[in-house]
Nanobody
C-alpha cells in the first residue's frame, strides 16, 4: 500500500510560482510502477484534473487551464512527483492532491482511475 504526502503549498501573489511535491512511501512500494496525477478542488467545486505523468515519465498530460504554466515531473529514485506552477492566478486557488495508480499504463485525467490519494496541500493565490 502506497502512502502519499503532499507539501509545498502556501499563499502567493498572482504571477508568482510554487512547486508542490508529493512523496510516496510504503513497504515494498516500487514508485516507478505507479502512474501519478495531480488534481485540485476549489471551495464549492468538484475535484478536477490538473496534470498526470506515466510511470517512466515519458508521457505527461495537462488540463487546458494550466497548460503552458504548470509542469509535472517525477524523480523515481526519490519516489517523488512534482508540480511546478508558474504564472499563478487567483483561479488556481484550491487544495491540490496527488494520486497514484499501479494499473495505468499511461496517463489518466479520470479521478476514478486512481486508487491512492494524498491528504492535499492548500494553494492560495491572491490578486
Amino acid at each position: 500500500q502506497v502512502q502519499l504526502v503532499e507539501s509545498g503549498g502556501g499563499l502567493v501573489q498572482a504571477g508568482n510560482s510554487l512547486r508542490l511535491s508529493c512523496a510516496a512511501s510504503g513497504s515494498g512500494v516500487t514508485f516507478s510502477s505507479y502512474a501519478m496525477g495531480w488534481f485540485r478542488q476549489a471551495p464549492g467545486k468538484e475535484r478536477e484534473f490538473v496534470a498526470a505523468m506515466s510511470r517512466s515519465g515519458s508521457m505527461a498530460s495537462y488540463a487546458d487551464s494550466v497548460k503552458g504554466r504548470f509542469t509535472i515531473s517525477r524523480d523515481n529514485a526519490k519516489k517523488t512527483v512534482y508540480l511546478q506552477m508558474n504564472s499563478l492566478r487567483p483561479e488556481d486557488t484550491a487544495v491540490y492532491y496527488c494520486a497514484a495508480d499501479v494499473r495505468l499504463g499511461g496517463t489518466s485525467r479520470v479521478i476514478n482511475s486512481y486508487d491512492h490519494w494524498g491528504q492535499g496541500t492548500q494553494v492560495t493565490v491572491s490578486s
